[in-house]
């Protein structure tokens, strides 16, 4: 590249891959599945908690690097955060980039990682049979890059993570609002829990109707509508609502209808 201070470099040389990490065989750890990994964000968080198990090792701040196909080719590379205790493991599939003390920092090794030389490399190298193949740990034995110095990197890397951080917060906003709109809809249209409900300024149990002053127990309740034919039906006196007819019940069939429920007045609530 022809820049100030720039070096040629072997990707293995200017980056630890897959370094080692000491974790206890008995204890839960954080855990990182493949499916976690998102190629539109910077970050992976670990999605559960395991016992120990095998698989890659990490702590914060490394660099997961897809390494089957058709992860890799889907750009599936992230940087790893919110690890409990500051340390985790995750899928088998993964290569583990980490910085060289001195040598390189470690969000320019993420983005380094994400960089199209590198993927296409990689993806160039790959290794087994047809849907099933994988590029290995010392294939980056073999690809050579010229590189910044430490500065420059951390520099470079300070522009591009502003952007990324705008990213996050901007997707973490929006996870937040999506949230919010599920509570509330679950709250409303679920639960039925409506704001303001019971209604404010109304006494408890609703108010008297206005439709006609009957006497309690005489205003049959929503069910099956009373035949119009019987004998009984004639000289009408109660109400009984249906939708949108409003016929009436003789008293001889309030008598009869014995099944039926008379209130003295209601809120009639259509949902």
Same mark, same amino acid.
């Given at each position: 590249?022809?820049?100030?201070?720039?070096? $040629?470099?072997?990707?293995?040389?200017?980056?630890?891959?897959?370094?080692?990490? *000491?974790?206890?065989?008995? *204890? =839960?750890?954080?855990?990182?599945?493949?499916?976690?990994?998102?190629?539109?964000? $910077?970050?992976?968080?670990?999605?559960?908690?395991?016992?120990?198990?095998?698989? #890659?090792?990490?702590?914060?701040?490394?660099?997961?690097?897809?390494?089957? @196909?058709?992860?890799?080719?889907?750009? $599936?590379?992230?940087?790893?955060?919110?690890?409990?205790?500051? !340390?985790?493991?995750?899928? @088998? %599939?993964?290569?583990?980039?980490?910085?060289?003390?001195?040598?390189?920092?470690?969000?320019?090794?993420?983005?380094?990682?994400?960089?199209?030389?590198?993927?296409?490399? #990689?993806?160039?190298?790959?290794?087994?049979?047809?849907?099933?193949? +994988?590029?290995?740990?010392?294939?980056?034995?073999?690809? %050579?890059?010229?590189? /910044? &110095?430490?500065?420059?990197? +951390?520099?470079? #890397?300070?522009?591009?993570? #502003?952007?990324?951080?705008?990213?996050?917060?901007?997707?973490?906003?929006?996870?937040?609002?999506?949230?919010?709109?599920?509570?509330?809809?679950? =709250?409303?249209?679920?639960?039925?829990?409506? &704001?303001?409900?019971?209604?404010?300024?109304?006494?408890?149990?609703? !108010?008297?109707?206005?439709?006609?002053?009957?006497?309690?127990? =005489? !205003?049959?309740?929503?069910?099956? @509508?009373?035949?119009?034919?019987?004998?009984?039906?004639?000289?009408?006196?109660? /109400?009984?609502?249906?939708?949108?007819?409003?016929?009436?019940?003789?008293?001889?069939?309030? +008598?009869?209808?014995?099944? *039926?429920?008379?209130?003295?007045?209601?809120?009639?609530?259509?949902?």
């Amino acid at each position: 590249m022809g820049c100030e201070g720039w070096k $040629k470099y072997i990707f293995s040389e200017f980056v630890q891959i897959n370094p080692s990490v *000491r974790l206890e065989s008995t *204890r =839960e750890y954080s855990f990182v599945e493949m499916r976690d990994l998102n190629e539109r964000s $910077k970050f992976v968080y670990p999605s559960t908690k395991r016992k120990l198990s095998g698989g #890659a090792k990490f702590q914060n701040g490394d660099t997961l690097f897809a390494r089957i @196909t058709p992860c890799l080719e889907n750009g $599936k590379i992230c940087q790893v955060k919110g690890l409990e205790s500051g !340390v985790g493991f995750g899928s @088998t %599939e993964f290569l583990v980039f980490r910085s060289k003390e001195g040598v390189s920092d470690s969000d320019f090794v993420f983005y380094l990682s994400r960089y199209t030389e590198v993927r296409r490399f #990689a993806e160039q190298n790959m290794l087994g049979t047809s849907g099933r193949q +994988r590029v290995t740990w010392d294939t980056f034995d073999n690809l %050579e890059l010229e590189l /910044p &110095p430490l500065p420059t990197q +951390r520099r470079i #890397a300070s522009i591009l993570s #502003a952007l990324d951080n705008k990213i996050e917060l901007n997707l973490q906003t929006n996870q937040t609002l999506e949230a919010i709109a599920q509570a509330i809809y679950k =709250e409303w249209f679920v639960d039925f829990r409506f &704001p303001h409900s019971p209604l404010e300024g109304y006494p408890k149990g609703g !108010v008297d109707s206005s439709l006609h002053p009957y006497m309690n127990g =005489e !205003v049959n309740s929503l069910q099956t @509508t009373p035949t119009s034919l019987a004998p009984w039906q004639k000289n009408s006196l109660f /109400p009984f609502w249906t939708l949108p007819k409003k016929p009436h019940i003789a008293r001889a069939g309030k +008598r009869t209808e014995k099944t *039926r429920n008379f209130i003295r007045s209601c809120i009639l609530e259509n949902f």
